[in-house]
């Protein structure tokens, strides 16, 4: 009694426990939580599919997932619901940049990502903010508006790895080994090769909290059950998706509040 807790934002510690011990395919389906994040795309509680695949790499994920969307569209066919056609639009980070903003955001600084787009795109940023916060509003704004048909985005810059792998590609660039399906302008799944270095991780825990520090929030405890295990987890790409958001868009439906 008396220790602070939290609701799971994402099953995602707890099914790389399981993973690295039994070594097996697994998935969940379960609700997940992230208070502040609500709005015509977000609620603080929502359905979350995850699932892993051992000894896959994130193009098969990518396969497997466009195989599940066939599959669901299907079933979802005797509802006259519109399923999700195939996704045959698959780009780098770096190709979005490149077709909407004409630059590589890779090598890009703060100002120079600032500089992309209107000043008030990006006013609510301030000294506190990472290269990633900045990365993050230039793509929500100038980019993913554009990916109306079923898109997956890959190669995701280094800062914004999260628990995924990084590498670097054959033109220089550091990347983060993940993926992202964007349906409808709106993100619906997030795939990573999962990270299994535990001092990295560890590396990793430490930057955010820093950053957490700085922008005045609570200290997140390192989960310490994950950080056991984690140099045992085996090679495998994982995903997660947003079964409310993956509803809205065989529905057509522009609010989630209508799921």
Request: glycine share 8%; hydrophobic share 40%; proline share 4%.
């Amino acid at each position: 009694m008396g220790r602070q807790g939290y609701l799971q934002t994402s099953p995602e510690y707890a099914m790389k426990c399981l993973l690295a011990e039994h070594r097996l395919n697994i998935f969940q389906i379960c609700p997940a939580y992230r208070g502040g994040e609500i709005g015509r795309r977000h609620r603080v509680e929502f359905q979350m599919l995850e699932w892993y695949r051992c000894d896959h790499s994130l193009a098969e994920l990518m396969d497997d997932l466009q195989a599940m969307l066939k599959y669901v569209g299907k079933q979802m066919g005797k509802y006259s619901i519109q399923p999700i056609s195939q996704i045959n639009d698959r780009y780098s980070y770096r190709e979005l940049f490149e077709k909407h903003l004409k630059v590589n955001p890779h090598p890009l600084g703060v100002e120079g990502l600032a500089g992309l787009v209107a000043p008030g795109i990006t006013a609510h940023l301030d000294e506190r903010s990472t290269l990633g916060d900045y990365l993050d509003a230039v793509f929500s704004y100038a980019i993913e508006p554009q990916l109306l048909a079923p898109t997956i985005v890959y190669d995701f810059p280094a800062c914004q790895a999260a628990l995924a792998e990084t590498k670097q590609l054959s033109t220089g660039d550091l990347v983060s080994d993940r993926f992202e399906l964007y349906v409808g302008g709106v993100e619906i799944a997030n795939a990573y090769q999962e990270l299994c270095d535990g001092q990295e991780l560890t590396r990793r825990f430490a930057g955010n909290n820093k950053q957490r520090q700085l922008t005045g929030k609570p200290i997140i405890e390192d989960d310490m059950e994950l950080l056991a295990v984690i140099d045992d987890l085996p090679r495998c790409a994982g995903v997660a998706l947003g079964i409310d958001r993956l509803t809205m868009a065989l529905r057509g439906l522009e609010d989630i509040a209508g799921v």
